[in-house]
């Protein structure tokens, strides 16, 4: 209808044109005939010329109306051919999105008929010459991990959006190949799982070859081949540990050592191409980790020959030793130093996480709790989970942990993947032990350390528990019950709120409580917890936060451990460590052609004028970011900056692009030389952000050897970034290092508090909407008030169509509700 009015008010002015210059020239050429008889010869001919130049300025101002109205009608096809497109792209995806939430997600975890298949496949391969569980060594080639190979991300949007093929299901596995010669770790794609048919070597930027056989995880038969050296080392060594500490490896009950706490000497540390570690003793009780004794094997695990395999070093009161011969011959002749940690009587120690201390509440009386008084306001499908205007998809990877797919908001994709890809942590000392314990989680299969998550404690009691499932090892599809949490909660803030209480501002109170969705899943790595938070606003925020816990890492107290740490009690000493955690967040606003420009907050200083004397102000200049080594950050103080992200197609009514701001936590510099040690495998800590192109050679930035091939990454993260391609309305992915220092201290004991140890970045919409998208919550409130006569009060209490079905003591007894009851007045004059 308005098409037709614009169309008419055009051809309403051309005509209008059109009659006013036929009237011109009716006026020139039929003038009045006794001027026109009256005149000359020349002036007949110049107003013959000038009647010429008329009629051809007519001419092609009718042309030209006529091609606008021809363009006009064009557009207007064309426009109305494109909303009709748009209209039915809309409702094809609907359609798709409808069918979606009826099947299993396309990232779900493989199920048990797809381990089945994939069991019963990969064992008839001669090629891969898997060994069965009960004959699996060293020697031989047997399973490490499997996992589920995502599908490249075009073709997978072209099954989200528009309905095309889904991809074939796919798993990834590893194999440690021992029984080749030289031995080393293969990676296989196998599919596709519903019917296998094919097996190839992965190959990819990274991975252009075979990793060394130097470079693999621990596994169970090296671990073996720990133990049985260990009942070796327990034999010879029995009389100088049941003296020294009161206990023994083997055949010790009640009081027993145990060796489970290991520290990787890799060839970048060492110097040696060798596979090196450290183990370290500690009684075994509740909790071990704090309770070591003066004793440290260093074990020499290079190649699959486990008759090779041998002791390098035996350390015990901070005397080094060859071999367990040396160190028993100088024990016996009483020409060392002795060691003396009794066990501890009765098991009793301060790493007990029992109650003591003089309890409270006094009066026991039970802490609050929050509750939903409807049930539940989201819905769990397959791994796909729906709130609010929130929708997105979740899986735990083994090797990397949570992964969280086809984020949106509106049905308007935001992130395609929010996932974790590393977790690092680096302690310091004095001893080699703690110096080079330098942990690469991702090679201990992060996301198998996801376990039962308690409720009421480590998640509210009303939370909703999911669980993830991991093919390790020889052991088949393991089902981790309860390794995610998903609630709704308030945070106890007010997501926006005003109080107008005078008369003259209008005496109202408007406000939304800040009601969030919480995904949530806890990552056990030896003694840390990392508590991982995915949470969902009604304003289109996505925050991702770490919370810390758990026990710290303490050593034998000498003098040389003083710079690093505090002693915790007379013979133990905890040192400082940094912690790096790595995300990907792939994100698509508005599709995959997005830019990444900073707003640089910068000081203006005004000279002095008749207005006013100099003064200083800030504004900000726009800095589009034109490659990756431009889309590098490292925190500086000195030079503050707005971090946007958006589709140059789609702005605002006032011509602003309609982007999201990625918000990083300050987090810490990197102190660690990046040329030196372990840090060239997690070359990633250098920048708190970094942009890259995406690629799908690139699809993560760690990967399971980098606990021991600094020296020569298998995935160099900081190549990603060194080709320096352009970033200008590309897909991007942007890489996010949350990271911190600890340095412990007695509060610290028997376990580290969570306050304090929270780290976090925010993806948030920046002028992407029109106005903040939480107006549309009905959980907001408004009161207002109209003054009756004779002092009284009418209060409009707004909830927006969402009645209370029932109402808790402390709601009736509240002084704000008694007066609203009461019709007093609650605003101020």
């Known amino acids: 209808m308005n098409n037709e009015i614009e169309t008419d008010a055009i051809l309403f002015s051309i005509s209008a044109e059109c009659q006013r210059i036929v009237i011109l020239i009716e006026h020139v050429v039929f003038c009045d005939k006794n001027i026109i008889e009256e005149e000359k010869p020349d002036q007949s001919a110049r107003r013959w010329r000038c009647f010429s130049l008329i009629l051809l300025l007519v001419l092609t101002t009718c042309l030209a109306a006529i091609a606008a109205i021809i363009i006009y009608y064009e557009l207007n096809v064309q426009n109305e051919s494109y909303s009709q497109s748009k209209r039915l792209k809309n409702r094809h995806r609907n359609r798709i999105l409808n069918e979606r939430q009826n099947r299993k997600s396309l990232f779900h975890d493989m199920t048990y008929d797809e381990v089945k298949n994939l069991m019963n496949y990969i064992y008839q391969q001669s090629d891969l010459n898997i060994s069965r569980p009960e004959k699996v060594v060293v020697a031989s080639s047997y399973l490490y991990v499997v996992e589920l190979h995502l599908p490249n991300k075009s073709k997978a949007l072209n099954y989200l959006d528009f309905g095309e093929t889904k991809p074939p299901r796919e798993a990834k596995l590893v194999l440690m190949r021992g029984d080749k010669s030289p031995a080393l770790v293969e990676e296989y794609i196998v599919g596709p799982l519903h019917n296998i048919s094919y097996h190839r070597l992965y190959v990819s930027k990274n991975y252009q070859k075979p990793a060394p056989f130097l470079f693999r995880p621990l596994t169970r038969p090296e671990k073996r081949e720990v133990l049985s050296m260990l009942k070796y080392i327990d034999k010879v060594l029995k009389y100088v540990l049941e003296e020294s500490f009161e206990a023994s490896f083997f055949k010790c009950e009640p009081r027993c050592l145990t060796l489970s706490y290991f520290t990787p000497a890799s060839p970048a540390v060492t110097g040696q191409d060798a596979r090196r570690m450290w183990y370290w003793a500690h009684q075994k009780v509740d909790y071990y980790v704090l309770n070591p004794v003066n004793f440290f094997l260093l074990f020499n695990l290079d190649g699959n020959d486990p008759s090779k395999y041998r002791i390098e070093k035996v350390v015990y009161a901070q005397q080094t030793f060859d071999s367990p011969e040396e160190l028993v011959n100088a024990f016996t ?46 819905s769990i499908n397959n791994n796909h989970v729906e709130y609010m205007s929130w929708s997105f998809d979740f899986r735990m990877s083994s090797i990397s942990g949570p992964q969280l797919f086809d984020i949106r908001y509106k049905n308007e994709r935001i992130i395609y993947e929010l996932s974790l890809q590393e977790i690092v942590i680096f302690h310091s000392g004095h001893r080699p032990w703690i110096k080079f314990a330098d942990y690469v989680m991702s090679g201990l299969l992060i996301g198998s350390h996801s376990r039962m998550l308690v409720s009421g404690l480590d998640c509210p009691s009303h939370a909703s528990f999911l669980s993830s499932a991991r093919i390790e090892e020889d052991l088949g599809l393991l089902v981790h019950t309860n390794s995610f949490c998903v609630f709704e909660q308030s945070t106890g803030l007010p997501l926006r709120r005003h109080y107008s209480y005078s008369k003259k501002e209008g005496q109202f109170y408007t406000g939304l409580e800040d009601i969030v969705l919480t995904f949530r899943t806890i990552i056990t790595l030896f003694q840390h917890d990392f508590i991982i938070d995915f949470t969902f606003h009604q304003n289109g925020v996505i925050d991702t936060k770490v919370t810390t816990s758990g026990y710290m890492l303490p050593t034998i107290f000498t003098p040389f451990e003083e710079s690093y740490g505090f002693q915790i009690n007379e013979k133990l000493i905890s040192n400082i460590f940094q912690q790096n955690l790595h995300f990907k967040v792939d994100i698509d606003i508005h599709g995959t052609k997005n830019r990444f420009e900073t707003l640089n907050i910068e000081p203006e200083v005004l000279p ?98 980098a606990m021991w091939d600094a020296k020569e990454p298998v995935v160099n993260f900081q190549s990603y970034l060194d080709d320096n391609e352009s970033i200008v309305d ?46 549309a919550s009905r959980d907001a409130l408004r009161i207002s008030t109209n003054k009756r006569n004779k002092g009284e009060y009418k209060y409009t209490y707004e909830n927006y169509g969402l009645q209370k079905t029932f109402y808790c003591e402390t709601e009736l007894t509240s002084s704000f509700v008694k007066n609203l009851m009461n019709n007093s007045n609650i605003f101020e004059p």
């Open 730 to 775: 590309q897909d991007l992915v942007v890489w996010i290092t949350l990271g911190s220092y600890h340095i412990p201290h007695l509060e610290d004991f028997p376990l580290k508090s969570t306050t304090g140890k929270q780290i976090s970045f925010i993806v948030q919409p920046f002028n992407y909407f029109e106005e903040n998208p939480s107006m």
């Open 608 to 705: 002095e004028s008749e207005q006013s004397s100099s003064y200083s102000q800030l504004k900000f200049e726009r800095n589009l970011v034109m490659t990756e080594l431009q889309g590098v950050y490292r925190r500086n103080f000195s030079a503050p900056k707005y971090f946007i992200f958006y589709n140059n197609r789609y702005k605002s009514d006032y011509n602003a692009p309609k982007s999201y701001q990625i918000i990083a936590d300050d987090g810490v510099p990197q102190m660690v030389s990046g040329v030196s040690g372990n840090e060239p495998s997690v070359s990633w800590i250098r920048h708190q952000m970094a942009v890259s192109k995406y690629k799908d050679d690139e699809k993560s930035s760690s990967s399971i050897y």
């Open 333 to 378: 002749a009483g020409v060392i130093r002795k060691s003396s940690i009794p066990f501890p009587e009765n098991n009793i120690v301060f790493s007990y996480s029992h109650l003591r201390g003089s309890a409270f509440p006094k009066n026991n009386l039970r802490s609050p709790k929050q509750i939903e008084p409807d049930g539940k306001r989201y």
